[in-house]
């Protein structure tokens, strides 16, 4: 039995049926496509055999029931493309994962009762002033994510206050790990077109607002919010279909993590790249 008294069997197989419905409404003479939408979905179970002195976990299946409710169409004489979302994800036994010497000393796993993901998403491409400008382009996307555990006691993990672990931490109501409540990107672009190809450059500007590692929200495994800036430029010579492009990320040097390993003497970050810059040559054959 697991540490909940539930039987842990010796094998398992995961099946059953997975509907997804949906359903497309053009109710205008125009390409506007209004869609609602609604699945459910199972991730297998597995069994943990990385614990280096107690016998292999077992995981139970992840199963998520989904609603989504959106609409894309183009406005402004197809100068525009818009596409928006409402979702709800509701998922029972989220799977998990912990490290900590005091419960196998390895990467283990576990499964959160319930947890709610619910949010809005939009995405919008659009030229600007084309009567004025020729070329020039704006894309916009962000996103609004509440993503919380809805049920989560004898929670494995580190005590926030403390520090220390243990697996009896009640973790209910604290948002899900590796997940921004806003995040977005905005980028400009400028085409020209020429003789024997064309030239485009172009820049953009991401937003995160931080998330947690860690399902118990403590403020030694979160990456505060952060923003990135990148840019480019591209010349394409049409007779040889080739495209040269030269290419920066992270220009102002923002200090930010790519993951983090929770361990009993700490987080162990990885820290993500400084300011990167290089470019690229393609053909077409």
Known sequence: RD????????KDTTKGFYPKVTLDFHPFDDDTLLFLSWQKAEKAHAFNAFAIYLQPQYIRSERIEAYEVGVRTTLFDDSMRLSAAVFRY??????????????????SFENAPKARSQGVDFDIVTELFPSVVDGLALSLNAA???????????????????????????????????????????????????????????????????????ASNSSDYAQKSYSLVGAFARYRYEPWLMDIRLFGNNL???FYTQGVISTDFGGVFTVAPDATYGATVSVEF
């Open 3 to 10: 540490e909940n008294g539930m039987t842990v069997p010796g």
């Open 90 to 107: 509701d998922i029972e036994d989220l799977q998990t994962q912990y490290v900590s010497l005091t419960s196998g000393g390895a990467l």
């Open 144 to 214: 609004y994510i509440d993503a919380t555990f809805g049920s989560y006691p004898n929670a494995a993990g580190y005590e926030p206050s403390t520090g220390t672990f243990s697996e009896t931490n009640d973790f209910t109501g604290n948002r899900q790990t590796r997940t921004p409540e806003y995040s977005g990107t905005v980028a400009f672009t400028k085409l020209w077109g020429l003789n024997n190809g064309e030239f485009e450059i172009g820049s953009d500007y991401y937003y995160n607002d931080g998330f947690f590692y860690s």
């Open 252 to 254: 102002t040097n923002e």
